[in-house]
């Protein structure tokens, strides 16, 4: 475990990685997920939380429940100078046996527009439109006490631009903190 987190700490201070870094990525990912499918699912204890992402690139978030153990979650943020709307299905299970503790993982896309000034090989003025593949891995906790609705999560977010720079981003990690809906 110690060597994926050394993996996820050197991907985040990167914008692009390389074949043998995406490969090693792969398989690191793929380790896990399959680690998390191996958890306990459980129910979480809540309907829907909205609150604010917070990393380089802040943003807002709703997280709904569709099932005891299944989520979407929408998130609103801007990144460098694009606004981007991300769509995610996470699928959650209780992790280390601590109640109000969950592991989380899954993926979705993401759409937007960005303006300005871009380097590509040049310089250049215009407008584009953002679009890629998201993935999530994470770890939420939940207040036990039901008088204080609140619940955090830190999370990786990689993902995939296809335009209009094509390639791997796996440099966004976030804290969120949400007001919980029973």
């Known amino acids: 475990m110690d060597t994926a987190l050394l ?33 306990q699912l459980s129910a979480q204890q809540y309907n829907t939380g909205l609150g604010l992402r917070l990393s380089p690139f802040w943003g807002v978030t709703a997280k709904h429940f569709i099932s005891s153990t299944d989520a979407v979650e929408g998130i ?71 008088s204080i609705p609140i619940g955090a999560s830190v999370d990786w977010k990689p993902a995939f631009e296809f335009s209009p720079f094509a390639g791997f981003w796996g440099g966004e990690v976030a804290i969120s903190v949400r007001y919980l809906f029973k």
């Open 7 to 39: 993996f996820i700490h050197q991907v985040t201070r990167r914008k692009h990685l390389n074949s043998k870094s995406m490969s090693r990525f792969i398989y690191v990912l793929g380790f896990l997920l399959l680690l998390g499918a191996t958890q």
């Open 76 to 146: 609103l943020h801007n990144r460098w100078n694009a606004f981007k709307i991300t769509g995610l299905w996470e699928r959650h299970a209780q992790a280390f046996d601590e109640p109000g503790l969950y592991f989380y993982y899954g993926g979705g896309a993401h759409i937007g527009a960005a303006t300005g000034r871009y380097y590509n090989d040049r310089f250049y003025n215009t407008g584009r439109m953002v679009l890629g593949l998201d993935g999530i891995l994470g770890l939420e906790y939940t207040i036990q006490d039901p």
